[in-house]
């Protein structure tokens, strides 16, 4: 019987060709795919890197590097024209502690001869005295309750604690609060603030003992802080950000809440709800203006704006990405038009009802935007961004006091991003980031309500005990 294979017609391939030629192409699809999944790991790993370059761009601290000099760089000082804005003058003090008399020279020195005093004219010096630290001894009175034999002793309202005997010899509160200062909301170093102490002020106080120091500070300012909590999570408007944050070479978060006159940081373990909750309360049901992490859609009772800012800079990196993609060039172009709405009626040129309207009609046509269809991926992620955010996306032509950035919480975070890169990325301690959270928020509030933190930190440190501060809780603050 004759083999089925030799009545293959010629030029025909065999059953056995077809199989090899089968597993030839299987073992080449393999491959493919395995080329094609290396390729798709190489492009996240390149968009990465091109998204953390482009992000430096925009980071909070300019970089050392500011790239290759012009060839032509425009000459420093003001345009030329006479629309270059109002001449600045230091104005003329009106106390004066110090007259000096300045006679002319008796003599001409070009020439020698006599000289006549034609007028007087005024210059003023403002000028830092010498420091030198004032130090006072108390006569510390101590007694005994006839009735119940307590021990008693008298307290001077200048003091700081009731320590006698070998911790009879302690730094003042204006002392303490200025170092608490330094630290806390300029970004000094403990030993610098030795450093300035000893040259300028003529105080000697070592970096351990400055650092137990402002501990206390902490701990007097703390009922201070639970108060400043609690007057963010009652206010009618809140900004939030946060920022990463080292404790004890671990990652933490650097949340920060503020309001026009309060602000509160928290240093925490996390970057989610929870954490936001500790402080704004799982219930905030006022108008919480704040980025896109999805953590803060969580406060579902809230009114909720995201930042434009964000969405406008992340829609024009797209259009550079994909020029192609109409999606990110139209978002952009409506979001600036929502801007320009916002501008028109601070000016008076549109009523309520007028932005509306608009708001309406720029809310249909963003619709239509986002319902087109797209292939590129990153589009397809930022329209599903921008479905998952619609409710706050114009918040700001709702109501007109709400702003349409969270440029207040990143302000507030400025300060602490230079600290970090200052002192080594954070806190060495969970009781070094207690007390940084603390007096951020007590100097940060004082600034904001025009009043001196220094002052305030010292009142604290006055008082027999921990309490709220009579400076920043004289009166109700408004929200």
Same mark, same amino acid.
């Given at each position: 019987?004759?083999?089925?294979?030799?009545?293959? /017609?010629?030029?025909?391939?065999?059953?056995?060709?077809?199989?090899?030629?089968?597993?030839? +192409?299987? $073992?080449?699809?393999?491959?493919?795919?395995?080329?094609?999944?290396?390729?798709?790991?190489?492009?996240?790993?390149?968009?990465?890197?091109?998204?953390?370059?482009?992000?430096?761009?925009?980071?909070?601290?300019?970089?050392?590097?500011?790239?290759?000099?012009?060839?032509?760089?425009?000459? /420093?000082?003001?345009?030329?024209?006479?629309?270059?804005?109002?001449?600045?003058?230091?104005?003329?003090?009106?106390?004066?502690?110090?007259?000096?008399?300045?006679?002319?020279?008796?003599?001409?020195?070009?020439?020698?001869?006599?000289?006549?005093?034609?007028?007087?004219?005024?210059? %003023? #010096?403002?000028?830092?005295?010498?420091?030198?630290?004032?130090?006072?001894?108390?006569?510390?009175?101590?007694?005994?309750?006839?009735?119940?034999?307590?021990?008693?002793?008298?307290?001077?309202?200048?003091?700081?604690?009731?320590?006698?005997?070998?911790?009879?010899?302690?730094?003042?509160?204006?002392?303490?609060?200025?170092?608490?200062?330094?630290?806390?909301?300029?970004?000094?170093?403990?030993?610098?603030?030795?450093? =300035?102490?000893?040259?300028?002020?003529?105080?000697?106080?070592?970096?351990?003992?400055?650092? !137990?120091?402002?501990?206390? =500070?902490?701990?007097?300012?703390?009922?201070? %802080?639970?108060?400043?909590?609690?007057?963010?999570?009652?206010?009618?408007?809140?900004?939030?950000? &946060?920022?990463?944050? !080292?404790?004890?070479?671990?990652?933490?978060?650097?949340?920060?809440?503020?309001?026009?006159? @309060?602000?509160?940081?928290?240093?925490?373990?996390?970057?989610?709800?929870?954490?936001?909750?500790?402080?704004?309360?799982?219930?905030?049901?006022?108008?919480?203006?704040?980025?896109?992490?999805?953590? %803060? !859609?969580?406060?579902?009772?809230?009114?909720?704006?995201?930042?434009?800012?964000?969405?406008?800079?992340?829609?024009?990196?797209?259009?550079?990405?994909?020029?192609?993609? *109409?999606?990110?060039?139209?978002?952009?172009?409506?979001? #600036?038009?929502? +801007?320009?709405?916002?501008? *028109? %009626?601070?000016?008076?040129?549109?009523? &309520?009802?007028?932005?509306?309207?608009?708001?309406?009609?720029?809310?249909?046509?963003?619709?239509?935007?986002?319902?087109?269809?797209?292939?590129?991926?990153?589009?397809?992620?930022?329209?599903?961004?921008?479905?998952?955010?619609?409710?706050?996306?114009?918040?700001?032509? *709702?109501?007109?006091?709400?702003?349409?950035?969270?440029?207040?919480?990143?302000?507030?975070?400025?300060?602490? =991003?230079? @600290?970090?890169?200052?002192?080594?990325?954070?806190?060495? @301690?969970?009781?070094?980031?207690?007390?940084?959270?603390? $007096?951020?928020? =007590?100097?940060?509030?004082?600034?904001?309500?025009?009043?001196?933190?220094?002052?305030?930190?010292?009142?604290? $440190?006055?008082? /027999?005990?921990?309490?709220?501060?009579?400076?920043?809780?004289?009166?109700?603050? /408004?929200?």
């Amino acid at each position: 019987m004759s083999n089925p294979t030799d009545r293959v /017609p010629a030029g025909r391939p065999t059953i056995e060709q077809v199989l090899n030629e089968n597993e030839r +192409l299987r $073992l080449d699809l393999e491959r493919a795919e395995r080329e094609r999944d290396r390729l798709r790991r190489e492009v996240e790993r390149l968009r990465g890197q091109l998204e953390a370059a482009r992000r430096a761009g925009f980071r909070q601290a300019a970089p050392f590097s500011k790239g290759v000099r012009a060839a032509h760089p425009r000459r /420093p000082g003001r345009r030329s024209g006479s629309a270059h804005g109002r001449h600045g003058q230091r104005p003329a003090p009106t106390l004066i502690n110090d007259v000096q008399d300045v006679p002319v020279p008796p003599a001409c020195p070009q020439c020698g001869g006599a000289v006549d005093d034609t007028h007087v004219t005024a210059q %003023y #010096q403002e000028d830092l005295p010498p420091v030198r630290p004032v130090v006072r001894r108390f006569d510390v009175h101590i007694g005994r309750c006839r009735r119940c034999g307590r021990r008693l002793q008298g307290r001077h309202p200048l003091q700081t604690s009731d320590a006698v005997g070998a911790a009879a010899v302690q730094l003042g509160p204006q002392a303490l609060a200025v170092a608490a200062s330094f630290n806390k909301q300029l970004g000094l170093s403990f030993s610098k603030i030795e450093t =300035v102490f000893a040259d300028r002020f003529g105080l000697t106080v070592t970096r351990g003992a400055l650092v !137990r120091a402002v501990h206390r =500070v902490a701990a007097k300012a703390q009922p201070t %802080y639970t108060a400043l909590c609690e007057t963010v999570k009652t206010s009618a408007m809140v900004v939030a950000d &946060e920022t990463g944050w !080292r404790v004890h070479a671990a990652l933490h978060w650097l949340w920060v809440f503020t309001t026009p006159d @309060t602000t509160v940081y928290a240093i925490l373990p996390g970057r989610g709800f929870e954490e936001a909750a500790s402080v704004l309360g799982a219930d905030f049901g006022g108008i919480l203006i704040r980025d896109g992490w999805a953590p %803060y !859609r969580q406060f579902t009772e809230a009114l909720h704006q995201t930042c434009v800012a964000h969405l406008l800079r992340r829609s024009r990196e797209l259009h550079q990405d994909h020029p192609h993609a *109409r999606i990110p060039g139209d978002v952009h172009d409506l979001l #600036q038009r929502a +801007l320009a709405v916002r501008d *028109r %009626y601070a000016a008076g040129t549109i009523s &309520e009802h007028g932005v509306a309207v608009v708001r309406g009609q720029l809310e249909q046509q963003l619709a239509r935007v986002l319902d087109r269809t797209t292939v590129v991926p990153d589009v397809q992620r930022f329209v599903a961004h921008l479905d998952r955010e619609w409710g706050a996306l114009f918040g700001f032509l *709702r109501v007109p006091a709400v702003d349409a950035t969270n440029w207040r919480a990143e302000q507030a975070l400025r300060p602490a =991003v230079i @600290t970090r890169k200052v002192n080594g990325g954070g806190n060495r @301690t969970t009781q070094g980031a207690a007390t940084q959270q603390v $007096l951020a928020s =007590v100097l940060r509030t004082a600034r904001q309500r025009e009043l001196d933190g220094i002052e305030v930190l010292a009142t604290l $440190l006055r008082a /027999p005990h921990p309490i709220v501060s009579p400076d920043l809780f004289s009166r109700a603050p /408004p929200c």
